[in-house]
């Protein structure tokens, strides 16, 4: 079993910056590829950003070119950073992970959420 826990998030305005982390306990053989993913009230949950555990990346098309989703593999640690947000980003950021190393939609172990709200 992996948890996993999140944190950062918040309040900013727009064209602000915010980073998300998610830390989870587990081992280099359950923690495989992590993502990102984000539900906005009365909408379906959506990928934002995913990491294999070898570092290939896939990004949303509203990520791409503003958002970046580094891991650490020794600290068992993703991050999210959030860069010329807009008010349409704003939702409840998830962090997850799988047990598999390459898929591009992580989705065996979920963290709780975490608030991301954008003024203008």
């Known amino acids: 079993q992996v948890q996993l826990v999140e944190s950062g998030g918040g309040l900013t305005q727009t064209g602000g910056s915010l980073g998300l982390s998610c830390t989870a306990s587990?081992?280099?053989?359950?923690?495989?590829?992590m993502g990102w993913y984000r539900q906005a009230p009365g909408k379906q949950r959506e990928l934002v950003a995913a990491?294999?555990?070898?570092?290939?990346?896939n990004y949303s098309e509203s990520a791409k070119g503003r958002f970046t989703i580094p891991r650490d593999n020794y600290k068992h640690t993703l991050y999210l950073q959030m860069n010329s947000l807009k008010p349409e980003v704003t939702a409840v950021y998830y962090c997850?992970?799988?047990?598999?190393?390459?898929?591009?939609?992580?989705?065996?172990?979920w963290g709780q959420g975490t608030q991301v709200t954008v003024f203008y």
């Open positions: 997850a992970s799988d047990r598999r190393l390459t898929t591009i939609t992580p989705n065996d172990y």
């Open positions: 587990g081992t280099r053989f359950t923690i495989g590829a």
């Open positions: 990491i294999t555990r070898g570092g290939s990346t």
